[in-house]
T-cell receptor
Framework: DTGVSQDPRHKITKRGQNVTFRCDPI?????LYWYRQTLGQGPEFLTY????????KSRLLSDRFSAERPKGSFSTLEIQRTEQGDSAMYLC???????????????FGPGTRLTVL | AQKVTQAQTEISVVEKEDVTLDCVYE???????LFWYKQPPSGELVFLIR??????QNEISGRYSWNFQKSTSSFNFTITASQVVDSAVYFC???????????FGGGTRLMVKP
C-alpha cells in the first residue's frame, strides 16, 4: 500500500515565477488536504477537497494560489508570481471515506520544499 | 476558532530521562479529535496517536504515554526512558468536528543527548 506522494520534493525558483506542485493521495482516499509549513512553525491548513470539490479554503490561500483536483484523484497546487514569503514546505494529506476505520486520520506525504530566491 | 498551544519550544534531555511534552487546546466543538505527530529531520509527519473527545482514558504504547484531560483542555505526551532516536519535532493537533481541518500547535523540538 503506497503512501501519499508529492512531486517535486524540492523546488527552487526566482521571485515572480509560477510553480506547480503535484500530490497523489493514497488510492481510494476521497479526501485531500494541502498545508503549508514555514520554518520553525507547525503546518497551517490551506485547502480541502472531497472528491473533486474544493470545500474549504483558508484565508492564507491568496489569489495567487490555486488548487485543483480535476478527477478526484491527484491534486495540483499552483502559485503564481511567487514571492520570497512563499518559501515553505507544502504538505499534502489524504483521508479515507466515511466508514473507514481511519476516517478521521490524515496521512501525510513527504512534502515539497519551495525556495523562492 | 480553534487553537493549539505547545508552550515548550525546545526541550533538551539526556538519554534515559523521562520527558513530557505539553499541549493545550481551545475549541467550541463538543466532538473533536486530538493527535500527536512526530517530524524527524527528514521532514515527514509521522502519526503517533489519535484520541477522540469522548475517550479520556490514558493510553500507553511502549515507551509512549498520553494523558488527556478534558477539564483542563490538555493532551500531554510523555516519553519514558528517552532515546537519541526520539530527537525530533513533535506536534500536537486538533481536528475539527467537520473533520476537514487540522489545527497544529507550534511544535516542541526535543533533543535527546547521549
Amino acid at each position: 500500500d503506497t503512501g501519499v506522494s508529492q512531486d517535486p520534493r524540492h523546488k527552487i525558483t526566482k521571485r515572480g515565477q509560477n510553480v506547480t506542485f503535484r500530490c497523489d493521495p493514497i488510492s481510494e482516499h476521497n479526501r485531500l488536504y494541502w498545508y503549508r509549513q514555514t520554518l520553525g512553525q507547525g503546518p497551517e491548513f490551506l485547502t480541502y477537497f472531497q472528491n473533486e470539490a474544493q470545500l474549504e479554503k483558508s484565508r492564507l490561500l491568496s489569489d495567487r494560489f490555486s488548487a485543483e483536483r480535476p478527477k478526484g484523484s491527484f491534486s495540483t497546487l499552483e502559485i503564481q508570481r511567487t514571492e520570497q514569503g512563499d518559501s515553505a514546505m507544502y504538505l499534502c494529506a489524504s483521508s479515507p471515506p466515511m466508514g473507514a476505520a481511519s476516517y478521521n486520520e490524515q496521512f501525510f506525504g513527504p512534502g515539497t520544499r519551495l525556495t523562492v530566491l | 476558532a480553534q487553537k493549539v498551544t505547545q508552550a515548550q519550544t525546545e526541550i533538551s534531555v539526556v538519554e534515559k530521562e523521562d520527558v513530557t511534552l505539553d499541549c493545550v487546546y481551545e475549541t467550541r466543538d463538543t466532538t473533536y479529535y486530538l493527535f500527536w505527530y512526530k517530524q524527524p529531520p527528514s521532514g515527514e509527519l509521522v502519526f503517533l496517536i489519535r484520541r477522540n473527545s469522548f475517550d479520556e482514558q490514558n493510553e500507553i504504547s511502549g515507551r509512549y504515554s498520553w494523558n488527556f484531560q478534558k477539564s483542563t483542555s490538555s493532551f500531554n505526551f510523555t516519553i519514558t526512558a528517552s532515546q537519541v532516536v526520539d530527537s525530533a519535532v513533535y506536534f500536537c493537533a486538533l481536528l475539527n468536528n467537520a473533520g476537514n481541518m487540522l489545527t497544529f500547535g507550534g511544535g516542541t523540538r526535543l533533543m535527546v543527548k547521549p
